[in-house]
């Protein structure tokens, strides 16, 4: 009876922990989400021009009619409905891809580049897709799967 206890307590274990986690981590963004914003990104670093050539910290998040790109102090939105394309990146580091948002705004075309945070746990950048879908018919949006994360 002890071997058996022994052998299911890391088990019990992990599962516990398992079920704490995504909680800890949606603690962690409770400020955002406060706004109604879901971060679709790993937390990257950007250059940011006129600051003296920095790499500054760079967040993506997401709500129901805009997508925001989030450096220090600044604050990028653009409408769900100017993205044209969204599409997987050749470039992969720790075995994440990176995605490349490409969006109109006053007749110039611009991207984000960004490597998204989707987990078991966090669905935000596959109800992304599916926001830019709903808002832009026409946008061009690669379809997620277990081969292309």
Not at 59 to 82: N, R, T
Not at 102 to 108: A, C, E, H, K, L
Not at 134 to 141: G, H, K, M, Q, T
């Amino acid at each position: 009876m002890l071997n058996f206890i022994q052998a299911i307590l890391p088990l019990l274990m992990l599962i516990g922990l398992v079920l704490i986690l995504p909680k800890w981590r949606r603690r962690k963004n409770s400020a955002a989400e406060s706004m109604g914003l879901r971060k679709i990104s790993l937390t990257t670093k950007t250059f940011r021009p006129g600051k003296g050539g920095q790499l500054l910290p760079t967040d993506y998040y997401f709500d129901e009619e805009h997508f925001y790109e989030i450096q220090l102090d600044v604050k990028k939105s653009v409408p769900l409905s100017a993205i044209t394309k969204v599409e997987r990146d050749i470039i992969k580091v720790n075995n994440r891809s990176f995605w490349i948002v490409t969006y109109i705004i006053d007749g110039q075309t611009k991207q984000a580049r960004f490597r998204h945070n989707y987990t078991l746990f966090n669905t935000a950048f596959a109800d992304f897709l599916e926001a830019v879908k709903r808002a832009n018919p026409d946008a061009s949006v690669r379809e997620l799967s277990t081969w292309n994360l």
